[in-house]
């Protein structure tokens, strides 16, 4: 499955796509582990493109492109 999604700048705008693409790796083929440093390492990238890239400006755009398969996950993430 493949998925680019558009967001602003917002940290509840980005918790709620990080709960969002959590859910679809759980259904997924990865160990408890790789589930949670996924899910950390997405959070992580989500907050700072809100905080350091587009510097809590909300009408700026964090896009994210992601990818999941059974035995892959891949995901990008543009702020302004």
Known sequence: MHKT???KASSD???KLCREIASQIDSN????EDIFN???????AMINA????NKLESLKDIAVDYS???DAFEISITDE
């Open 5 to 7: 999604t558009v967001i």
């Open 13 to 15: 705008l980005a918790h």
């Open 68 to 70: 999941i398969t059974s």
């Open 29 to 32: 083929y990865f160990s408890k």
């Open 50 to 53: 809100v905080e350091h890239g």
């Open 38 to 44: 996924i899910k950390l390492a997405i959070e992580e």
